[in-house]
Structures are given as structure tokens and as C-alpha cells.
């Protein structure tokens, strides 16, 4: 856990985003460019690596945190 917790957050995530992008079954959804990303947003994301910097966010937290629950992530999220 310590090589994880070494690295900056921002390089990290961007190194494990890269590596999620090679995984067909990590492919974001076809409707995740028309949704917004938080009720109070106006506009859906236009990035176009959102989904796997997002996901690789999550695995991040989880992996330093551990096991917790659906509403933790949402609270953060």
C-alpha cells in the first residue's frame, strides 16, 4: 500500500486510466456522454477519458480505504 500512497494522486490516476482503456470490458456505456455528472451540473462532461479517470478514482479510494459501501462513494463523488 505504501508504493500507492507514494505516488502523486493525479499521476496515478492517470496511469491506471491509461491502463483501464486497454480492458474491452471496462468500455463506458453509450449513455454516458449525454448524462451530467451531479444534479446541480447544467451540461454533460466533455471529456472525453471521463469515465475511465473516474473509475480509476474509485479503484484508487478503494484500495487505500478498503472495503466500504456504495453511499461513502456517493458522498465523494
Same mark, same amino acid.
Given at each position: 500500500?505504501?508504493? +500507492?500512497?507514494?505516488?502523486?494522486?493525479?499521476?496515478?490516476?492517470?496511469?491506471?486510466?491509461?491502463?483501464?482503456?486497454?480492458?474491452?470490458?471496462?468500455?463506458?456505456?453509450?449513455? +454516458?456522454?449525454?448524462?451530467?455528472?451531479?444534479?446541480?451540473?447544467?451540461?454533460?462532461?466533455?471529456?472525453?477519458?471521463?469515465?475511465?479517470?473516474?473509475?480509476?478514482?474509485?479503484?484508487?479510494?478503494?484500495?487505500?480505504?478498503?472495503?466500504?459501501? +456504495?453511499?461513502?462513494?456517493?458522498?465523494?463523488?
Amino acid at each position: 500500500m505504501d508504493a +500507492v500512497k507514494s505516488v502523486d494522486a493525479h499521476t496515478y490516476n492517470a496511469k491506471l486510466a491509461a491502463a483501464l482503456k486497454k480492458y474491452k470490458e471496462f468500455a463506458p456505456p453509450e449513455w +454516458v456522454f449525454f448524462v451530467k455528472s451531479g444534479h446541480g451540473k447544467q451540461r454533460p462532461i466533455n471529456e472525453e477519458d471521463f469515465w475511465y479517470k473516474r473509475g480509476a478514482s474509485i479503484l484508487r479510494q478503494i484500495y487505500l480505504r478498503g472495503g466500504f459501501g +456504495v453511499r461513502r462513494l456517493r458522498t465523494r463523488y
